[in-house]
Nanobody, 124 residues
C-alpha cells in the first residue's frame, strides 16, 4: 500500500523560506511521477512542481525560480524547497505519486491516485 507522509509546513514571513518533505513507501513503480500540489481556500488544486523517476522536473509558472523539487530515491524522500515566499503561496500542500503514463509528468490533479494528508503553509 502506497503511503505518503508530508512534513515541514508552517508559517513564514514574505520573502522567507520553508522546506517541505515527503516520505514515500509501498510503491514499486520503476517509472513514476511524484510532485507537490497545493490548494488554497476557495481555489482549485494547483500542480506546483513535479519530478519523474529520471529526475526531470516541471514547475508551475507561479513558482518558477523560487521553488525547487528534488528527490532522494535511495531514501524514498521528496523535497520542496520554497524560497522568496509570497502571501499567495499560502495553501495546504500535498505530496502526490503515480505511475508515469506519458512522456512528461502531468500537473493535473486527476492524474495522481496517491496523495498525502497535506501540510499547511502560511505566508504573511
Amino acid at each position: 500500500q502506497v503511503q505518503l507522509v508530508e512534513s515541514g509546513g508552517g508559517s513564514a514571513q514574505a520573502g522567507g523560506s520553508l522546506r517541505l518533505s515527503c516520505a514515500a513507501s509501498g510503491y514499486t513503480y520503476s517509472s513514476y511521477c511524484m510532485g507537490w500540489f497545493r490548494q488554497a481556500p476557495g481555489k482549485e488544486r494547483e500542480g506546483v512542481a513535479v519530478i519523474d523517476s529520471d529526475g526531470s522536473t516541471s514547475y508551475a509558472d507561479s513558482v518558477k525560480g523560487r521553488f525547487t523539487i528534488t528527490q532522494d530515491s535511495a531514501k524514498n524522500t521528496l523535497t520542496l524547497q520554497m524560497n522568496s515566499l509570497k502571501p499567495e503561496d499560502t495553501a495546504m500542500y500535498y505530496c502526490v505519486l503515480d505511475v508515469k503514463w506519458g512522456e512528461h509528468c502531468s500537473h493535473a490533479a486527476n492524474m495522481y491516485n496517491y496523495w498525502g494528508q497535506g501540510t499547511q503553509v502560511t505566508v504573511s
